[in-house]
């Protein structure tokens, strides 16, 4: 039979755009070519592309593919996958019950060996998930804090392996943007068998009800389908109807202070989620990253401390500079820190994406979370504080002037662009890199911060030890201001004011 009504060649690169992703189902069973885009570098692993390729197989398993040569082009590297006389070698690949198998497997990605100062971390997870009946955990955090690496090693911890016996579905929500995509990849990740005249949510909450055993089920990156134009409210029932289910035990990572929808989420963690690593742990994973490219000198261990300090010891970050040491000495590694700052973390050789660079996975935050205006304002605004903004309730209106301030910022903690700490509002510092970098605060603002604070040291009390202690959460920020004013080559008397009080700490 002729292939022309189903595909020519179909192409698949490795990197979608997600605005062309509309929806899972019309992609998959498309009869026109599907071409490589790759607008916005949304990217897909190769893992991936073996989901799709399985699902475009299976809806089309009645055909004949007999000498068929379907065509997989992935960057420099083409694949041919051929019908059933062939090689045998690639048989297989359209023999549906094979790929059902290859679906769960391909999926699911390795469970990463580098993985440092998380044991606490992963073994209050297994507790959780090991209790008596079901079980919901949320891990939850910034971009780049390793929450896909951590739910991979909570499902493969010996315990938890026992409970679930087999029965853990790994769903990469990177594909499914919406409550009908999320079921159809659940369907075909637990091999369930489509019946004429029945819904595929019939299908899938039919196996959840008759489940004889404990099942898991982790979302992993589920920002993309609960922040996915108007499709929350379809994914929030989805999400809380397979929650009902006395089997069915899950797992959800993504960025944002709180689980989805109405369920009684345990958070891994403290009360932003997942943290950054503790300095002896990001500093045994830096060298475990680098291996053996990494000089010992008298002062590396010193300029690793102090690399790594700067780095907020953020997972990724950790990763992705680490990697430079295979190529550039220590010491180059750190100028070029100095010198381009978040520009360094990345992959080389390989296309931006959420794993491989973190100016990529904050810019895909910025667009999934609606970042823009006034909201991407503040961000930009707080991307110049080294200490943030301390006591926020109380200072935020005023070095910040404006109408609608609170969904400004539950907007940005909802996107972890952000955080909670101590009153205050933070950002981790390659996120605070690459948002100055890419949209700089202005001079007026600066004008208006340089105002806030010279009225902020004016109504210091005369006590001194009352006034350090008030002082203290904004001493970067005052020494920022400063700095940035004199080189302008401000001779203010506010000016005047910011250097004797930096004089006086």
């Not at 990177?174 to 990740?189: N, R």
Request: glycine share 6%; aromatic share 8%; proline share 5%.
């Amino acid at each position: 039979m002729s292939l022309k009504p189903y595909f020519s060649i179909i192409q698949l690169t490795g990197h979608m755009q997600m605005d062309n992703f509309t929806s899972f189902d019309s992609y998959i069973s498309s009869a026109a070519v599907i071409q490589p885009v790759t607008l916005d570098n949304f990217q897909i692993s190769d893992s991936y592309i073996n989901v799709l390729l399985f699902i475009t197989f299976n809806n089309l398993r009645n055909n004949d593919f007999t000498n068929a040569n379907i065509t997989n082009v992935d960057g420099n590297q083409t694949n041919n996958y051929y019908g059933s006389d062939g090689p045998s070698s690639q048989a297989n690949l359209i023999n549906p019950s094979y790929n059902r198998k290859l679906l769960q497997t391909s999926a699911t990605p390795a469970v990463p060996n580098i993985f440092k100062g998380r044991e606490e971390l992963v073994e209050q997870g297994v507790n959780i998930l090991c209790q008596q009946g079901p079980r919901f955990l949320a891990i939850l955090g910034a971009g780049g804090m390793g929450k896909t690496s951590l739910a991979l090693h909570i499902m493969n911890a010996p315990s938890v392996k026992d409970k679930f016996a087999g029965r853990c579905y790994f769903i990469p929500c990177e594909l499914f943007e919406d409550a009908e995509s999320l079921v159809q990849g659940l369907i075909h990740v637990m091999e369930l068998t489509m019946q004429e005249n029945q819904s595929k949510q019939k299908i899938l909450f039919d196996h959840l009800q008759s489940a004889q055993g404990d099942l898991l089920i982790v979302f992993d990156n589920f920002k993309t389908p609960w922040n996915h134009g108007d499709s929350r409210i379809n994914v929030k029932n989805l999400l809380e109807k397979i929650a009902q289910y006395g089997k069915v035990s899950l797992i959800v990572t993504m960025q944002g202070p709180d689980g989805p929808g109405d369920i009684p989420w345990e958070k891994l963690g403290d009360k932003s989620g997942v943290p950054t690593l503790a300095p002896v742990p990001a500093k045994q994973a830096f060298k475990a990253f680098a291996g053996n490219n990494l000089q010992s000198s008298d002062d590396s261990e010193s300029q690793i401390d102090s690399l790594l300090y700067q780095l907020d010891h953020v997972p990724l970050a950790i990763k992705l500079s680490a990697q430079h040491v295979k190529r550039v000495p220590l010491k180059a590694l750190i100028r070029m820190w100095e010198k381009d700052k978040v520009s360094i973390l990345k992959e080389e050789g390989t296309k931006p994406g959420r794993l491989t660079s973190v100016s990529f996975s904050i810019d895909i935050s910025i667009k999934i979370f609606k970042i823009e205006g006034r909201t991407l304002d503040l961000l930009s605004f707080l991307s110049f504080l080294p200490d943030g903004i301390p006591f926020w309730l109380e200072c935020l209106d005023q070095i910040f002037p404006g109408e609608g301030l609170s969904s400004n910022v539950s907007t940005l903690l909802d996107s972890s662009l952000i955080y909670g700490q101590n009153e205050g509002l933070k950002m981790l510092a390659p996120v605070r890199e690459h948002i100055h970098l890419k949209y700089p605060i202005g001079q007026n603002d600066i004008d208006q911060l340089e105002r806030f604070y010279t009225q902020f040291l004016e109504n210091l009390p005369s006590n001194n030890m009352l006034a350090q202690r008030l002082l203290q959460p904004h001493i970067n920020n005052i020494d920022k201001i400063f700095e940035v004013q004199i080189t302008r080559g401000a001779n203010s008397w506010e000016a005047n004011c910011l250097a004797s009080w930096q004089e006086a700490c």
